[in-house]
């Protein structure tokens, strides 16, 4: 385990509207105001057509084909994640939603382009007093947290 400590920021409650791409739209929203590091959660809708990561093919294969899925119709969600800057300081979203309609769920991860369905409601607190990163992980290929 590798751990370090982060001290509450401002907090801001954000409403993503019909269309909108969640990652693209709160790593903007980051920039814009300054926000280097923070944790938030979702509540809403993610329209037909969104795409999730939902895993690698093979849990321990080398090099990692990942898998992705693309939601049928509109489905409700919720969901958490992180802000970090990577090395060039840019925020990176890492954000898994729960994505539901009638008995189906489906878990993945934001990056291949969630679309809101009419509104997607967020809450996100700035992390403060800390220098964790995203670095790149050759053996993965992901950009990992370095706290």
Known sequence: MIYSEAKRGRTFVIRLEDGEIVH???????RDHGIERGTLFVVGGADKG??????PEDG?????TPMSLELYDVHEVTG?????PDDAGNPILHMHMACGREENTVTGCVRSGVKVWQVLEV?????????????YDAP????????
């Open 24 to 30: 693209e739209v709160l790593e903007q929203f980051a």
């Open 50 to 55: 969104s795409r999730l990561v939902t895993g």
């Open 60 to 64: 321990r294969s080398s090099p990692i």
């Open 80 to 84: 958490s994640g992180t802000i970090f």
């Open 123 to 135: 809450v996100l607190t700035e992390l403060l007093d800390n220098t964790a990163t995203r670095q």
């Open 140 to 147: 993965t290929g992901f950009k990992l947290l370095i706290p």
